[in-house]
């Protein structure tokens, strides 16, 4: 399961989550670790527009042929885009994850405050 | 792990969920063929002069009644009429059945065997540790297991050997017990072999699956297939607290003998069950899960999802649930709260998929 692949311009969590830090702006998916153990995605419930949704806490659901997870909010902020096109195409979080396949931007009040990140090498390392 | 399977911990086994893609696999079973390994259920061989007769005493079935070389679904129930276990026989001849039990049940239905036979001269062999079951399920499925038979003469014998039977036979050379069974609702051949044969037997078997457009199936797919195929899944349809009535399985019982569980189920079967098990289907994508509750129109609950998932030859969700009997009407309309969210759902009869 190590020839997947973690770009080092994400930062992640142990919930198996990347974001990309664009200005204010974090932009939400799965790892492709995460993707592989969940299986074939075959639906996605992402939050709201305009949602507040608050670090730690469940904000979505992923579901597999076999298992429903939940997806936690890595940030506390305000959800400013979802990708709609995971509603009628959820194999694009399989297919692509750190691509097509993300989930939903927050606009933080300031990233420059985010802690508690992982790099793609702290990341890659907890998963051994 | 050479074909990147996914495995997990299945009643103490180390099985294999997933080689590549779920979706994949079950697509494979239903156009070309998918080959499991099921090596963890249970196999228990009931042998002796009274074989039949003890059997007949200790499952709902008269399994003295099938002709060799022929199996039999059934249920072991205790005498409360709960059911311990669903199974399938074979009868290899008219003094030696073998007993295929579910592996987390396997221990379960040894001991209830072993104490049933007691009165009767036969013998209870538990041969789970030295044998392996490896199963070809789909239309190729006859192609690729007489592609490993020795002459003409041994693929004609596979291509006559019928729905629920059994024989002998050579499959790349090692002698297994070759099976027209499965739990997919495609054709298919479950083959039993010797532990000790086991990897050979799978790497012809793989091969061959390969070169007739198949691949490896894991137990995730073999979920969803079942489903489709509105086969119950013990621990999920079927328990101790389920009677073989309100799984609407009562045609497997046959009170006309006595048997472990008879009397309860006499007087069960004189009453209509308040729940029966139900085919529900529904719109979309999000898939019902076991524990959900059912509701009826009126938003009042009325029973409970047993499996559920997004059924991937039909596209929608498919459920089966027990439902009260007064709501599990055909094409009623009901509701499933999905964790917090209530989707429609329609009463469908099942099996939701039909070979053709």
Redesign the interface.
């Known amino acids: 399961m190590s020839d997947f692949e973690y770009p080092d311009d994400l930062k992640y969590t142990t919930d198996h989550e990347w974001m990309k830090v664009d200005g204010n702006v974090v932009r939400v998916g799965i790892t492709a670790f995460a993707q592989?153990?969940l299986?074939?995605i075959?639906?996605v419930?992402l939050p709201d527009q305009d949602a507040q949704v608050e670090s730690g806490t469940t904000c979505g659901?992923v579901?597999?042929?076999?298992s429903?997870s939940d997806v936690y909010a890595p940030v506390t902020g305000a959800v400013t885009k979802r990708n709609e096109a995971l509603d009628t195409t959820?194999e694009l979080v399989?297919s692509d994850p750190y691509g097509e396949g993300w989930m939903f931007e927050v606009t933080v009040p300031d990233a420059t405050a985010l802690t508690g990140l992982l790099s793609a090498a702290e990341y890659q390392s907890q998963l051994d | 792990m050479a074909l990147g399977a996914r495995l997990t911990d299945f009643a103490g086994w180390n099985m294999p969920l997933k080689y590549t893609s779920e979706l994949a696999e079950h697509q494979a079973v239903r156009t070309t063929v998918g080959l499991f390994d099921l090596s963890h259920m249970g196999e228990i061989r009931v042998s002796g002069p009274q074989a039949g007769a003890a059997l007949d005493h200790a499952l709902v079935g008269r399994l003295s009644a099938i002709k060799p070389g022929r199996a039999k679904y059934s249920l072991l129930c205790d005498a409360n009429g709960g059911i311990l276990d669903d199974l399938v026989t074979y009868k290899i001849a008219d003094d030696e059945f073998l007993v295929i039990a579910n592996a987390s049940n396997t221990g379960v239905v040894l001991a209830a065997l072993t104490d049933r036979v007691l009165d009767f001269d036969a013998t209870v062999t538990d041969e789970t540790g030295q044998t392996a079951l490896i199963a070809a399920q789909g239309p190729a499925s006859q192609a690729v297991i007489q592609s490993l038979a020795d002459d003409q003469d041994a693929r004609d014998a596979v291509a006559a050997l019928r729905y629920y039977a059994c024989m002998p036979a050579r499959i790349a050379g090692l002698d297994v017990l070759l099976a027209r069974t499965g739990y997919t609702g495609e054709d298919g051949f479950e083959v039993y072999v010797a532990a000790d044969d086991a990897v050979r037997l799978w790497n012809a078997l793989y091969p061959a699956t390969e070169a007739a457009g198949g691949r490896a199936a894991g137990l995730a797919c073999r979920d969803t297939l079942r489903l489709e195929a509105g086969m119950p899944l013990y621990g999920n349809e079927l328990s101790l607290e389920t009677d073989p009535y309100a799984a609407r399985l009562g045609r497997v019982v046959q009170l006309d003998k006595t048997f472990v569980g008879q009397e309860a189920l006499a007087l069960a079967a004189q009453d209509q069950p308040a729940r029966l098990l139900t085919g529900l289907t529904g719109e979309g994508r999000r898939a019902a899960r076991a524990g959900n509750v059912v509701l009826n129109s009126a938003g009042e609950p009325v029973g409970v999802i047993t499996s559920g998932a997004l059924s991937p030859t039909l596209g929608r969700p498919i459920a089966l649930a027990y439902v009260d009997r007064d709501e599990a009407v055909e094409a009623a309309s009901l509701q499933v709260d999905v964790r917090g969210t209530l989707l429609p759902f329609t009463v469908s009869p099942y099996p939701f998929y039909k070979r053709s």
Not at chain 1, 63 to 66: A, L, N, V, Y
């Open positions: 592989e153990a299986g074939d075959v639906y419930t659901e579901e597999s042929t076999k429903v959820p399989n």
